[in-house]
């Protein structure tokens, strides 16, 4: 679970000083499927960042499984990173000289992960995401979706609790973008996976039980999370989550 209050964040810009987080205010629970919408410069990829341990706020709490990442130093949050997260790009962020497979081992990497589980744990994430065909091939090869499923997989293979997605279908046509997010819908219903999704697509954010809009740095919240909606086995109301 994530508590988050007062979360501020704050850029230099030659003289200026840009506010691009106003005092955020909100909690994911376990389980949560999130997605946030607002115009473009206006704190929502700011705030992704933040909370899955990409940068680091100016002021405020950031609460998850109990801890303040806020006042973590690099060496637990490079530890929190790795273990915890996954994260999913846009522009799939691929290796464009690496198969899919190699691509996915890399997330193992920094766990000290085998290189005979890496190759095991990598082919069994590609099979997950309708891929095992495709192990061998290059991303130049593979058509965005592919790509995307890809990068999806390598972000499963670490068995993460959160999974943080930057407009994940955002270089997609309509029926691969409807492919893409179906998958990752069956993936987090499935694994109990927390999911926060930053997004333009007004037809994704109609199906998301959790729905916010960022304006100005503001976090508002437009559809509250049902818990009887959220995976069976991790349905915890607001302040219930064990803390670990």
Not at 30 to 41: E, H, S, V, Y
Not at 102 to 124: D, I, Q, Y
Not at 157 to 169: F, G, L, N, Q, S
Request: charged share 25%.
């Amino acid at each position: 679970m994530y508590e988050i209050s007062g979360l501020t964040k704050t850029y230099k810009r030659g003289k200026d000083t840009v506010e691009a987080l106003r005092g955020v205010d909100v909690v994911i629970p376990d389980g949560d499927l999130l997605a946030i919408q607002g115009p473009t410069g206006h704190g929502k990829s700011t705030l992704l960042q933040l909370i899955g341990g990409l940068d680091r706020p100016t002021g405020g709490r950031l609460v998850f499984n109990g801890r303040d990442m806020a006042g973590m130093n690099e060496t637990q949050l490079t530890k929190l990173r790795a273990r915890h997260f996954g994260y999913i790009f846009q522009s799939f962020n691929l290796i464009p000289t690496l198969t899919a497979q190699e691509n996915v081992e890399t997330a193992l990497v920094p766990l000290g992960v085998s290189a005979t589980e890496r190759r095991e744990r990598a082919a069994r994430a590609l099979a997950d995401v309708g891929l095992d065909e495709r192990r061998s091939h290059l991303p130049a090869e593979l058509s965005g979706g592919q790509q995307q499923r890809v990068a999806i997989a390598r972000a499963l293979v670490k068995e993460p609790e959160v999974i943080m997605a930057d407009e994940p279908t955002g270089n997609l046509d309509e029926e691969t973008r409807d492919e893409i997010f179906a998958l990752l819908q069956s993936l987090w219903r499935d694994r109990g996976l927390t999911v926060v999704m930053v997004t333009h697509d007004s037809a994704i954010a109609k199906r998301v039980p959790h729905l916010a809009r960022i304006k100005n740095g503001k976090l508002s919240v437009l559809r509250e999370p049902e818990v009887s909606k959220l995976p069976a086995d991790t349905r915890r109301l607001p302040g219930t989550a064990p803390v670990g």
